[in-house]
């Protein structure tokens, strides 16, 4: 029973997840994902009180799936090298977006709807913002200790909030103004210059 349940809410977000993707929240409804999945509404209804808790369940796995591959399973070592790691780093996630257009449309399509104005879209790319920012702020805390990044009169913070625009900006880019090569170039570019001088200078 319990794996029946979990292989419904699992088809549900995947129909939504496309739906959400392909169409937009205002562009998809709950009759469609009903049609996709096979289920009765009231199946659906059972896991979802309504469409908009479907939605941010669906882009909250999306920004788990970001954190996981941004995010060590362990804290990075003392001995690793910011520039190593951030390069890695990146480069896997632009493999991963630019291999899964769903992920990057969703992301797209919610941004939009956030800049037309909806407030409930303005909140809730707040608070997956935020989630990120929290999450990798302790890893930049980790690998920048101290009084490292006053130099350049920079906080954690600071710098964490450079690294999600940037991610945005390639969400919002990525196979469409520039190729997979070509974002893990200027990545690349980028974090040798950034991350490499607060490191030498430090």
């Known amino acids: 029973m319990a794996g029946d349940l979990r292989d419904a809410r699992k088809n549900i977000l995947c129909a939504a997840r496309e739906g959400f993707a392909l169409k937009g929240y205002y562009g998809t409804s709950m009759d469609s994902i009903v049609k996709t999945t096979g289920l ?5 209804y059972w896991h979802f009180p309504g469409k908009w808790e479907m939605y941010t369940a669906v ?3 999306e920004a788990e799936r970001i954190k996981g591959i941004v995010l060590p399973a362990e804290m990075p070592a003392r001995s690793l090298q910011p520039t190593e790691f951030f390069m890695s780093r990146g480069e896997r996630l632009i493999d991963m977006l630019a291999d899964d257009a769903l992920c990057r449309l969703l992301f797209v399509h919610l941004m939009l709807e956030a800049m037309r104005g909806s407030a409930e879209m303005v909140e809730f ?6 989630s990120i920012t929290e999450d990798v702020l302790v890893v930049f805390e980790q ?3 101290g009084d490292s ?13 450079m690294f999600v625009s940037i991610l945005h900006g390639l969400i919002m880019n990525l ?26 200078e430090s």
Request: proline letters at 2%; a positive charge; one cysteine or more.
């Open 40 to 44: 009765s509404k009231g199946a659906i």
């Open 59 to 61: 882009l909250s796995e």
């Open 125 to 130: 790319v707040a608070s997956l913002r935020s």
């Open 143 to 145: 690998l920048f200790p």
């Open 149 to 161: 990044l006053q130099m350049h009169a920079l906080s954690h913070r600071d710098l964490v909030s």
């Open 175 to 200: 196979e469409l103004t520039v190729s997979r090569d070509e974002a893990k170039k200027s990545w690349r570019f980028l974090i040798g210059c950034v991350f490499g001088g607060i490191s030498h």
